[in-house]
């Protein structure tokens, strides 16, 4: 149980265009869902915090127009990079928590490079 | 701000040798803390959670102990394995104004050499 997936898990894009990385929860209800960003040789900074059917609550310095995030449902959460650019080029990794479990589970990752 | 490093950055043991990682945070208000495994360009592993009221967990070749009025904690490896090749992360989960923040650690790089 506990399993949580991401899809795309490499994508490649031209600068300026927009992606959309979808992290599901496949076995059990997600309340809250996290999104963290992890730059090559370092750790995984958290981004953003999203509760179902509430706006995301985002760390200092993410652009929340830039890195949009929906939480629609109980198993469903999607990041959005809009206008990518090179420097968003990194490896996004979602979470997702149940109060049943009291941890959080991550995805398996999703590699972005923007050319 | 919770602050989490861990000890060394990287480290090479020849396999079959015991060994000691080492995390440590700046604030003991804690829910718990984890350790992690992360292969190259994948997610994490989580290996051993320990609750704020535990001391220790084990999981196999696998043993981690806390320290929370110290902030320390330690993931002890035997018998090591070049399939025990990879990054730990140490992380810690803090109350944030009302929320459960998961902070992590720098990383220990551990190479096995065969």
């Known amino acids: 149980g506990a399993v949580v997936s991401q899809h795309p898990s490499r994508v490649i894009c031209k600068s300026g265009t927009s992606v959309k990385i979808e992290c599901r929860s496949l076995?059990?209800?997600?309340?809250?869902m996290f999104w963290y960003r992890q730059f090559p040789k370092q750790s995984l900074m958290l981004m953003a915090t999203?509760?179902?059917?509430?706006?995301?609550?985002?760390e200092q310095g993410v652009e929340k127009d830039k890195f949009l995030i929906n939480h629609a449902s109980l198993t469903l959460s999607t990041l959005t990079v809009t206008s990518a650019h090179p420097e968003d080029s990194s490896f996004y990794i979602c979470?997702?928590?149940?109060?049943?479990?009291?941890?959080?589970?991550f995805g398996p990752g999703t590699r972005l490079t923007v050319l | 701000k919770q602050e989490v490093t861990q000890i060394p950055a990287a480290l090479s043991v020849p396999e079959g040798e015991n060994l000691v990682l080492n995390c440590s945070f700046t604030?003991?208000?804690?829910?718990?803390l984890q350790w992690f495994r992360q292969d190259p360009g994948k997610g994490l592993t989580s290996l051993l959670l320990?609750?704020?009221?535990?001391r220790e967990q084990t999981s196999g070749r696998l043993n981690a102990s806390l320290d929370k009025s110290s902030g320390r904690s330690t993931l002890y490896i035997a018998a090591s394995q070049p399939g025990d090749s990879a990054t730990y992360l140490c992380?810690?989960?803090?109350?944030?104004?009302?929320?459960?923040?998961?902070?992590f650690g720098t990383g220990t790089r551990l190479t096995i050499i065969p």
């Open positions: 979470s997702a928590e149940s109060p049943d479990y009291n941890e959080q589970f």
């Open positions: 076995d059990f209800q997600a309340t809250t």
């Open positions: 999203s509760n179902e059917g509430s706006k995301a609550t985002y």
């Open positions: 604030d003991s208000a804690i829910y718990n």
């Open positions: 320990i609750q704020s009221s535990q």
């Open positions: 992380a810690v989960t803090s109350p944030v104004f009302g929320n459960e923040k998961l902070t």
